[in-house]
């Protein structure tokens, strides 16, 4: 289901205003009501050892999906926070872009569950998980 204008619109500038999502290039492709897509092209500086990029940014970029997928669906005055996190890594990243794509399985009052998917430019299947989180009132 379509996300609301304005919601959406803030989403997008949270996203574009955080200063790690900046340095690791990340942006928010699509957002709807549970559903998220963010894209992070490949960087020298995201590589490990090999050569290839290394796990921890595939994985930020897995976890800010889902975060943003349940984001879309808080009330104003709530904010999230992961509280469990599994990825499977089924293949490497030598170059091109990631694409992570996540749905909000379950949510509850004060929990959430979600799942994503994380694949390269031609769709093939990079990671995979699911995270727990929680949903938080501000104070």
Do not use: C, W
Request: aromatic fraction near 6%; glycine fraction near 8%; charge should be positive.
């Amino acid at each position: 289901m379509p996300l609301n204008e304005e919601k959406a619109k803030n989403l997008h500038k949270m996203v574009a205003t955080a200063p790690f999502y900046q340095l690791l290039k990340i942006t928010l492709e699509k957002i709807d009501e549970g559903l998220a897509r963010f894209r992070m092209p490949f960087q020298r500086e995201l590589t490990q050892g090999f050569g290839v990029v290394h796990g921890g940014a595939i994985a930020t970029l897995a976890d800010t999906a889902v975060a943003y997928a349940l984001l879309s669906l808080v009330q104003p005055g709530e904010r999230v926070a992961t509280v469990e996190f599994k990825i499977n890594y089924l293949s490497s990243v030598t170059a091109g872009e990631l694409i992570a794509e996540a749905h909000i399985i379950n949510k509850g009052e004060k929990l959430a569950l979600g799942g994503m998917e994380v694949k390269n430019e031609q769709g093939k299947l990079i990671a995979k998980g699911l995270a727990t989180y929680m949903i938080l009132k501000n104070k």
